[in-house]
């Protein structure tokens, strides 16, 4: 049953991909980083549109070609979905062309809810002359399987602690006691100068 649901959604996404233009090409190589990861996680083979390898079909069921190029209809949209998106990936696409090669970055958010979603920023630069169209794309769940079977995590990674958090806070502490021992130069610097105009009036 989910090989079924896989094919039948790279499919249909495939079917965007070929609307792309003619002149569009997929990467060659990619490369994922995010929360979980130790490194850079390399994406193995073919993403000229193919949906046959991991790389082909990251493309597919990511929105790449219509986030990159300009499709009609466009299935991107410029406002961010509202979901709990979740932990946030990097995606960086080496795409070869007329131009050299170029590197363009995705976002993607595989364990948003409902579905996992991606992110291209508009106007990347590629191939000198060319920049991204950009946008949202909400996938099908079966990008985070696929992203999975590459080498992310299972379930979404724990949010590291914030900086500071769960921590005393020594900063604070310190100019507290900073301010303290200040105050207490002063009282009794005061305390000084009060005794001695006592001493003098009573002289």
Same mark, same amino acid.
């Given at each position: 049953?989910?090989?079924?649901?896989?094919?039948?959604?790279?499919?249909?996404?495939?079917?965007?991909? %070929?609307?792309?233009?003619? %002149?569009?090409?997929?990467?060659?190589?990619?490369?994922?980083?995010?929360?979980?990861?130790?490194?850079?996680?390399?994406?193995?083979?073919?993403?000229?549109?193919?949906?046959?390898?991991?790389?082909?079909?990251?493309?597919?069921?990511?929105?790449?070609?219509?986030?990159?190029?300009?499709?009609? @209809?466009?299935?991107?949209?410029?406002?961010? @979905?509202?979901?709990?998106?979740?932990?946030?990936?990097?995606?960086?696409?080496?795409? @070869?062309?007329?131009?050299?090669?170029?590197?363009?970055?995705?976002?993607?958010?595989?364990?948003?809810?409902?579905?996992?979603?991606?992110?291209?920023?508009?106007?990347?630069?590629?191939?000198?002359?060319?920049?991204?169209?950009?946008?949202?794309?909400?996938?099908? @769940?079966?990008?985070?399987?696929?992203?999975?079977?590459?080498?992310?995590?299972?379930?979404?990674?724990?949010?590291?602690?914030?900086?500071?958090?769960?921590?005393?806070?020594?900063?604070?502490?310190?100019? %507290?006691?900073?301010?303290?021992?200040?105050?207490?130069?002063?009282?009794?610097?005061?305390?000084?100068?009060?005794?001695?105009?006592?001493?003098?009036?009573? %002289?």
């Amino acid at each position: 049953m989910r090989r079924l649901l896989v094919l039948a959604s790279l499919a249909v996404l495939a079917t965007l991909a %070929a609307t792309a233009p003619a %002149a569009a090409k997929g990467p060659s190589t990619a490369s994922i980083t995010g929360p979980g990861l130790d490194h850079a996680l390399p994406v193995k083979g073919e993403g000229e549109g193919g949906a046959g390898t991991p790389l082909g079909s990251i493309v597919v069921l990511g929105g790449f070609f219509p986030q990159v190029f300009v499709q009609s @209809p466009d299935p991107t949209t410029r406002a961010k @979905p509202a979901a709990e998106l979740g932990p946030r990936y990097e995606i960086a696409y080496r795409v @070869p062309g007329p131009g050299g090669t170029s590197t363009i970055v995705q976002e993607v958010y595989p364990y948003a809810k409902p579905s996992p979603v991606t992110y291209v920023r508009p106007g990347q630069p590629f191939w000198s002359v060319n920049r991204t169209h950009g946008g949202w794309f909400v996938s099908s @769940p079966e990008l985070k399987m696929t992203l999975v079977d590459a080498g992310l995590p299972q379930s979404r990674p724990k949010s590291p602690p914030r900086s500071g958090g769960g921590s005393f806070p020594w900063v604070w502490t310190g100019l %507290a006691a900073a301010a303290f021992v200040v105050l207490l130069v002063l009282a009794l610097r005061w305390r000084d100068i009060t005794r001695l105009r006592m001493l003098r009036s009573t %002289a």
